[in-house]
């Protein structure tokens, strides 16, 4: 990173604005900043890490108290600065929290990050978010603050920190600078990948435990004996379910034929009936054929019916027609004289036209009048509109006045009752902090009875668990005895059946043998049986054991647990209830917010008390003004209400008003056109009513003629119509239509009819043929032979069930054998891959006999390369006595090691850790040091940018030789294209540095000069 131009405003001692142009000093200045001791040397520094972090340079400053004091009030304290990472140029700007003059709250911090592109515009990065700024400058530097303060600003007090880190700290420092995480993320997914190795080998031997259980065995020798005892007796139920197979088989023919023999007996009774219910329907048959039958005769005859009605229809149509048109005419003639008089009344109104002609003339000549009048009565309107505004303006500000001396009086009564509210709510405030603490008193207590309740829970349901594991241990234990016994038994009677009478018995020797052992059971028991009953019992015994364990050590921690509850209890006797305190709390925390609240609303009207008296001021001033104006519009109002008053006397008594002008001439006009229009509708209605007399009377003729027409067409068609229904056989017309039917109903008689013809032929043919089928046999019993199926069905069922639980017992013990040897293969699998990833996990993580991680040993070879480059610094510096080496022994088992810096002396040849260095010695190889890192930063590619180095203070501590060797170094530094910048008093630096930045102190504030500048 390179600084190019830093701001500050209101910083530190700076009250002004500030700006120091670091590309002013050249390219790869060494530079000086000196002044005098308080000026703000040091502050620059603070500047530039505060811009970039929020952090002063020195961690042990605060940056709650930036803000300059002798700063302009409207002046906010703020820092811009812009610096350059690479090819690529950035600008931030940061203001802290800081609380302005005429403020009551803190304005809040804010940062704000563009990047600076080529072609002279700004790309927004961080509008004003801190903690967004701060995450984008550590990923743009590649440095944390703590790790800027070490490797690119070396603060005063601070320099020999890199130097004397602990090592975890310098590994963070080296691993963020050379980018070397990709060795950790190795580090952590070779540790990951062996832990999921190990934990799928600890589940693989959990599945073979679980498999052996679930099967019920011991061992897998067990398992593959116990298959190989069932196979026999497989085999045999095998057998027995094929001929019992068969058996079931024939019974299911025989129920089956029987039942289909009965379906044919009782399909024959179905049709026997329903036969004899269709030839009962065939009278009522019959009669819908003859139905069917008039209907399509009427078919025939009915559009002869139909065209004789519709004449007839037609017929009286036109005779009321007739008679209508009849009536029209006389109507007409009536109408006749009337016509004739109106038109007679309308020519003579017509006379009176020219009189109202002479009326209108001398009406329309008042309208200048009126005009004059309209625009008198406007203007005075508008002067009584403005007076009225300006009575409720002085109104307005009479109430406004009332209230502004109402909320004066208000906001002297708001300071007081502020004061004693500030009180009130430190009594809540500190009431409320001893409610917080009492209730995470009570949350601890709560989450001790719970604990213990839950302890309390598990001791019972392992108390439960121990009896039932107790009850199947006493059970296994009894079967284990009964077997042994019925063993023994069964050895007894087998010795017993060898006995004869007079031989010596084998166990005791008599030749005599009154009582001979015998066995009730018929199968004796096998020794294999008793042992794996003794094992079942040793395993109950296990568990049993293992539950009481289990038992007896939850009820120790649940009464560990209550003993804490009484001891909590006895120590806080007085203390509310959880509940409660979070009552009282809720209802503390409600009335102090809303005394805050009441407390926001007093400081706004306090605040607000210099703009009302203010407002008092400018109120009063304002209603003076509007009387003033009042008085001259009520003048004005006079004068023009005695201008409207002589324009009124020039009108005529009937005509007042221009509204009654304006209906005296819709009136005369109405008259001229009531005259005109009953002329011209007398002359239309004449007309009208001569062409309607005309017209009457063709109609009449027209229809008359009609009429004859139709008569003589009906008289023909019922002529005709007759004839038909003399041929068809109906009676009469009526007849016809009677035994005419819908087309629906036609269609269904019809479908029907062909439907009972179609059932009785199918019925009686297929009574015919079953007739024949069960001719010569009888009903079997159907009963009987689904008993004797359904017996021989249940045995082949049980003994069916017997095979699949065979089977599926067997199954199950092949399939744990198939799984048994799968996990074993993938255990061979993964402990191979743990060889390879096991190893190389221990050995990258730092199980090795150097204690050294892979991401730590990558960074011992760069920090090698870092104390070689540092050390042909220190050795100039020291004039040969000092180089920097890495310690290669480890303090104790266990601990990081690799990267702790101590230092060998050449004039003692012995090696020593770098704390045992003086002051001066120290500062020379914090010096060499940090510049040894820039070296090697600088040569690998894709490292971060450190080609700026700011050092405060520390030359102090030099003598003349070493003052001189450390100023040429640092020239030497400055050729390969490094920025340095020393803050520092000495006196020495000034005579051999003359290029640099001088602050200057006054009692109005510090500022900044700049000397040997181009």
Known sequence: MKPIRLTMQAFGPFSQSETIDFTALGESPLFLIHGQTGAGKSTILDAMCFALYGQAADSVRETGNLRCDRAAPELHCQVEFEFAIGDKRYRITRKPAQLLPGRTSDIAARATLVQLLDDGSEQLLVERKVTEANEAITRITGLQVEQFRQVMVL??????????????????????????????????????????????????????????????QASEADLLSQIEQGRPELELLEQNVKQHEQVVKQHDLAVHQAQELLKQFQQLSTLADRELVLLQEKASRLMQEEQLGLHQQAQKVSPYIQELLGLEHDLKQSEQSIQQTQIWCEQLQQASSHVEEQHVKAQTAMLAKPQWDVRLSQLNALKDQFSKIDKQQAELKQLEQSKQKQTESLASLTRQLTQQQQAHTTGQQAKQDSLQLDKEILELEVELKQIKEDGKKARDFTNLQNDASNLKKQADIKEQAQAKSQAQFESFKQNALRLELSWHQGQAALLAKQLQAGEACPVCGSVEHPHIAYSDSLVLVEQEQVEQARQAQDRAHMIWQQDKEQWQQLLTQYHAKQAEIDKWQAEHVLMLSLDDLLLKHKQQDTVLKAKMQLKQNLQKQINGLSAITQAIQTLSEQQEQLRNSLSLQERDEGVARERLAQLQLALPLEIQSQAQLMQ?????????????????????????????VSSAKTQLSERQQKLTALLAAIQNKSLALTSLLEQTGFESRDRCQQALLSELEAKQLQSAITAYKQELSQVESQRKLLQEQVSGKSKPDLIALQESARTTQETYQRINQELE?????????????KSLEQIK????????QYQILGTMSEVANGKNSAYISLQR?????????VLENASQRLQYLSDGRYDLVRRQDVKRRGSKAGLDIDVFDVYSGQTREASTLSGGESFLASLSLALGLSDVVQQRSGGIKLDTLFIDEGFGSLDQGALELAINSLLELRNSGRMIGIISHVSELKEQIHLGVEVKSNPAGSHVVMHGVQ
């Open 155 to 216: 603060p005063q007090g601070k320099f020999r920190e890199l130097l004397l880190a602990k090592n975890e700290d310098r590994e963070k420092i080296l691993a963020n600078l050379f980018q070397t995480d990709i060795y950790k993320q190795i580090e952590e997914a070779l540790k990951l990948r062996a832990a999921d190795i190990t934990r799928a080998k600890q589940n693989q031997n959990e599945q073979i435990k679980g498999i052996l259980i679930a099967a019920e």
């Open 857 to 865: 040993f990558v960074l011992s070879v760069i920090l090698e390369e």
């Open 664 to 692: 005296a001439i819709a009136d005369c006009q109405a008259q001229i056109q009531h005259i005109e229009q009953g002329l011209t509708v007398a002359q239309a209605a004449k007309q009208k009513h001569e062409q309607d």
């Open 825 to 832: 293969q993938r255990q061979a699998e993964l402990e191979q």
């Open 805 to 817: 639980n065979k089977r599926l017992s067997v199954r199950s013990l092949q399939s744990a054998v």
